[in-house]
Structure formats: C-alpha cells, structure tokens
C-alpha cells in the first residue's frame, strides 16, 4: 500500500515562489504516474501537473504553464512541484496523486478518484499579499 505525504505549502505573496514535496513510502513512486491536482474554493479540482513515470514529457494546464515545473528525485522516492509567479488565483489545497496510466493529459483533464489510486493528504497553499 503506497502512502503519500505531500509537504511544503504555506502562505506567500504573489510572484513568489513555493516548492511542494510528495514522499512516497510503502512502494516506489517511479512505479506510478505523478498527478499534482487542487482544489480552489468554488472551483472544480484541478489537475495542475501530471508526470509520467516513464520519462515522457509532463503535462501541465493552462493555467500554470510556464510557472510551475514537476521533478522525480528516485532516490529519495520524492516528486516535486516547483511553484513560480504564484498568483492569488493558485490558492487552493494541492494534493499528489499515484496512478498507474500512461495517458498524462487524460490524467489530468480528468482529475477524478479512481479505484487504485494513492492520494496524499493535500497541502494548503495561500498566495496573499
């Protein structure tokens, strides 16, 4: 059972910059596909950034392309998503998502809960001035 913990949210000022972790234990997160997706306030969920776990290229909405940036660090069985030029309109909590797919825009044009999936526990992000 893959478990997911995703840290480094916290408040920042717009055209700041936040870097969020999902640390996988239970199994290895190069395994899966790694979808980023939020959920802002009144809004639908999200799915902001998709990462492929076999090395294709990561798929990122419109709304953040440009600015945010997915990673893998295998050996610590950690994904990142570095957040630049945060806008008021990214505040929302962000959550990390395991699949095993490797359709990374269905992934994330579809951010639904899946049978199989692993989530983390979401991560608040507030951008504020």
């Known amino acids: 059972q893959v478990q997911l913990v995703e840290s480094g949210g916290g408040l920042v000022q717009p055209g700041g910059s936040l870097t969020l972790s999902c640390e996988a234990s239970?199994?290895?997160?190069?395994?899966?596909?790694v979808a980023w997706f939020r959920r802002i306030p009144g809004k639908e969920r999200e799915g902001v950034a998709c990462?492929?776990?076999?090395?294709?290229?990561?798929y990122y909405a419109d709304s953040v392309k440009g600015r945010l940036a997915g990673s893998r660090d295998s050996a610590k069985n950690t994904v990142y998503l570095k957040m630049n030029n945060l806008m008021p309109e990214d505040t929302g909590v962000y959550y990390c998502?395991?699949?095993?797919?490797?359709?990374?825009?269905?992934?994330?044009?579809?951010?639904?809960?899946?049978?199989?999936?692993?989530w983390g526990q979401g991560t608040q992000v507030n951008v504020t001035s």
């Open positions: 998502v395991a699949v095993n797919t490797r359709d990374m825009e269905r992934l994330c044009t579809h951010p639904g809960r899946r049978s199989g999936d692993y």
């Open positions: 239970g199994g290895l997160l190069d395994w899966y596909a």
């Open positions: 990462i492929s776990k076999v090395g294709d290229p990561t």
